[in-house]
């Protein structure tokens, strides 16, 4: 049986996942794993890359506290990329200890070779700017593209 996902260079950015078989609607892909650290262990861990300074495999809990980083005790799902049209979606799930889990799961029927992705969704404190859409810019080229991987508000 062959591994369902690989991770490979993305024609949307840097590397991506792919479905390596046809992955049915609802199939639960992948946990998004990493270290659980506070938003304030995030802030001091930044990366700051100059070359891609917004980019980080940073993952935030609907607790608004908490995060799982990625750069830290993850696995391939760090490197499934943004889209506005997403195949997937994700599910914060909190085990019987109190842990977070965050799972990937197929939003609609995946075909082989397609690469996988969901929506971000990435929360800023305060008023987003146009230079804050810039800096978190999606590339997802689909039709209805808001063109920033922010949420917005309706």
Not at 8 to 26: T, Y
Not at 83 to 101: M, Q
Request: proline residues 4%.
């Amino acid at each position: 049986m062959s591994k369902l996902i690989s991770v490979r260079k993305s024609g949307v950015h840097g590397k991506g996942v792919f479905a390596n078989e046809d992955i049915p609607k609802g199939l639960r892909i992948i946990e998004y794993k990493g270290e659980l650290i506070s938003d304030a262990q995030a802030d001091a861990r930044h990366p700051w890359n100059p070359d891609e300074p917004y980019h980080t495999f940073f993952f935030s809990l609907e607790d608004g506290s908490y995060c799982l980083d990625a750069a830290s005790g993850g696995n391939s799902a760090r490197w499934i990329n943004h889209c506005c049209a997403p195949n997937c979606e994700t599910e914060e799930v909190i085990d019987k200890r109190g842990k977070p889990h965050v799972y990937i799961y197929a939003k609609r029927n995946i075909r082989a070779g397609e690469e996988l992705n969901y929506d971000y969704r990435l929360q800023l404190s305060g008023r987003i700017t146009k230079q804050d859409k810039l800096n978190y810019a999606c590339r997802c080229g689909k039709k209805k593209c808001r063109f920033t991987m922010l949420a917005l508000k309706s």
